[in-house]
C-alpha cells in the first residue's frame, strides 16, 4: 500500500540523516520489541522512537506468522500499523493488554517520565495504564537527573476550561504556553479535541504530588507525567543499551 501521509513512518525514516540519536532510536525499539510474544496485545505508542518498534512488529508477522495485534495511542501510530501490517485491535475487546511499547520526552533514574511532545499523552496514558507491562524506549539526551530540568510538562486541556485551567497553572508557580498548531492557524487540537498547554515548573521536587494537583483542577483532562508507570526503559547510547528496570 502506497502511504499517503507524512510524518514518522517508514519512507521519512529511510531518509533521514543517520545520526547515532536514530540508529540508537533503532535499536532500543528492536530490543523492546523481543518483549513481545505470540498471541501478543500491545499497545503501540506515539512518536519517532516508537515507529521504528511498529515497523518492526510488522516485520515479525510478516515474516514469522505471529499472531500480535496493537492498539494505537495516536492516528499517527493507527497509520503506521495498518501501514506496516499490524492488525488492530481496541480497548472494548482487550480492556487489558499484555505489554505497552512507547517513547518519552524526558526519563529519571526512578524511571518517572514527562510524555506529550507529540500531543498523544492521554490516550498513551490510558494504553500504558491498561498493559501489564510498560517497556519505554528513548535514546540518552532523554535522561534527567530531575523531571521538568528544561522541560515544560504537557497537558491535555478541554478547549472550554482554557482560561481557568491556565490561571491555576500560575497559581501552582507553572508558566503555561498554549500549543500552536502546525500547518494550521490556532491552537493545536489533539486526537480527542482538546488543546495541549506545555507549563514549564522548573526542576520538580515531587513529581507524583504536581501530578495530584494537577489532576484534581477540573478541565485538565490528562498530564504529562507518568508516574511510577514504567516497568523498563531502554536508552540507546552511541556505544549501546543501558537498561532501566522498576524497583
Ligand atoms: C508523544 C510522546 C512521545 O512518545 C515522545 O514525544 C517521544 O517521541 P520521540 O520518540 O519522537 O522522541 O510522548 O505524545
Redesign the pocket.
Known amino acids: 500500500m502506497k502511504k499517503y501521509w507524512r510524518g514518522?513512518g517508514k519512507s521519512r525514516l529511510r531518509r533521514e540523516k543517520v545520526s547515532w540519536r536514530e540508529e540508537a532510536?533503532k535499536r532500543v525499539a528492536l530490543e523492546a520489541v523481543e518483549h513481545i510474544n505470540d498471541g501478543f496485545i500491545v499497545g503501540l505508542?506515539?512518536?519517532?522512537?516508537?515507529?521504528y518498534a511498529i515497523q518492526e512488529i510488522g516485520e515479525k508477522i510478516q515474516l514469522e506468522g505471529l499472531r500480535i495485534k496493537g492498539v494505537p495511542?495516536?492516528h499517527q501510530a493507527m497509520m503506521l500499523a495498518v501501514h506496516c501490517g499490524v492488525p488492530l485491535a481496541t480497548l472494548n475487546e482487550h480492556p487489558q493488554l499484555d505489554l505497552a511499547i512507547?517513547?518519552?520526552?524526558q526519563i529519571d533514574r526512578e524511571l518517572n517520565l514527562?510524555?506529550?511532545?507529540?500531543?498523544?499523552?492521554t490516550r498513551?496514558k490510558i494504553v500504558a495504564s491498561a498493559a501489564k507491562q510498560l517497556v519505554i524506549?528513548?535514546?540518552e539526551t532523554?535522561l534527567a537527573e530531575r523531571l521538568g530540568t528544561n522541560q515544560a510538562i504537557?497537558i491535555e486541556v478541554l478547549p472550554f476550561a482554557l482560561p481557568t485551567v491556565i490561571a491555576r497553572m500560575r497559581e501552582l508557580d507553572g508558566q503555561p504556553v498554549l500549543r500552536e498548531g502546525q500547518g494550521k492557524v490556532g491552537p493545536l487540537v489533539t486526537d480527542n479535541g482538546n488543546f495541549v498547554v506545555d507549563v514549564d515548573f522548573g526542576p520538580l521536587d515531587d513529581a507524583k504530588e504536581l501530578n495530584v494537583k494537577l489532576k484534581l483542577i477540573s478541565g485538565v483532562i490528562e498530564t504529562?507525567l507518568f508516574v511510577g508507570m514504567a516497568d523498563t526503559v531502554y536508552l540507546g547510547k552511541p556505544e549501546g543499551i543501558e537498561k532501566l528496570v522498576k524497583d
Open positions: 514518522w532510536k505508542g506515539s512518536g519517532s522512537t516508537t515507529a495511542t495516536s512507547d517513547g518519552a520526552d514527562i510524555k506529550g511532545r507529540g500531543g498523544a499523552l498513551e524506549v528513548a535514546d532523554k504537557p504529562g
